[in-house]
């Protein structure tokens, strides 16, 4: 589906990441293989350090983490926030809505818009549709989209597939309507019949978690996890992603009437390393053009990954800069999103730790 909003405008975003790092090779012994293929592994696919919360950190401590720091240097007044959107899929709890949690934790008004987004990785650019979308209310001037993800809780230690990979983030962006006469791009596609090359099978209410499900059991790959762990089916999540990403942007810049060497910038969702490179390539953008150095240093945060590629590596140009930047989310559900926008000259955007 192709949308076009009108006179909407990004003004912040700040990214909040947990302050416990760990480090690949000091888990290297947990994974069923030898420590040459490890490295060999690290190499190719970007493991590294990421960050992960601490046993009792949820979603609404990292988001009020936030905002609070938001609220403190006068970045954000709470009597502004007309809507919060939060996407996650970790959750405080199934009942209430962690939005709720969050509005009561920060004590906003009441005369406000709060929803929770049931979305993964391409959870960022579907949280900005909505927000754009409330936009159009009289009376909603400013809304802030939560993303936030703690997944590294529902990892296998023992999984070499996933567990290097996953980290812990939450972002905070702010999003106004704009007098000026600009045009943002958008695309929303998804695939239910894929839903569960990225899965948690036990733990809702199809599979409630019991003694059963935490069961660990070992795949023919040597990853040992229990229904209740994350399970992903990588080549197939990979195959996917070259599949269907490329069209997917090929016809947002169609709809733009944009070049692709017109975008200054490609900030994508990243999964690693290996597949960023290698959809860079498909796409014949330079790899300058789409930053895959999240990863790495951070860990894959779901969708979180895109705001934190803006602000790590873009940061302080964009306070008085302007890009055309291109975002795609892809992954769980299958689903995969994508927005064309021009962004600068942000009241802030940067990158801070979480501490408790």
Known sequence: MNLKFHNKKITGILTVLPENEVNFDDEIDN?????????????????????????????????????????????????????????????????????????GRLDLKQ??????????????????????????????????????????????????????LTGDAAAITIVENDSSDNIIYGTVNLDGKGADALIIPAGGFKMPST??????????????????????????????????????IENLLDKAGSDKDEVDY??????????????ADKMGVSHEKMPYNIVENFGNSSGVSIPTTITYNLGEKLLTNSFLICLAGFGAGLSWASLLMEMGNLDFCETIDYTD
């Open 31 to 103: 994974y069923d293989c030898s420590r040459g293929q490890s490295m060999k592994l690290k190499l190719i696919m970007g493991y590294g350090k990421r960050r992960v919360v601490k046993k009792g950190t949820t979603v609404s401590d990292l988001c009020v983490f936030g905002m609070n720091y938001l609220f403190d240097n006068n970045l954000l007044k709470k009597d502004e926030v007309d809507a919060m959107i939060l996407v996650t899929q970790s959750p405080d709890h199934f009942v209430p809505a962690t939005s709720h949690i969050i509005h």
């Open 111 to 164: 005369d406000m818009i709060c929803l929770d987004i049931n979305q993964a990785c391409s959870g960022y650019p579907i949280g900005l549709n909505q927000a754009f979308m409330l936009l159009e209310q009289d009376e909603v001037n400013k809304v802030v989209v939560l993303n936030a993800d703690i997944m590294s809780r529902k990892v296998s230690v023992k999984d070499r597939g996933s567990r290097p």
């Open 211 to 248: 003694s059963e499900t935490a069961e660990l059991k070992t795949d023919k790959s040597g990853n040992s996890r229990s229904l209740d762990h994350l399970v992903m089916k990588g080549d197939d999540v990979f195959n996917f992603v070259q599949k269907e990403v490329p069209p997917m």
């Open 266 to 279: 490609y900030m994508f969702h990243q999964p690693n390393k290996f597949m960023l490179k290698k959809l």
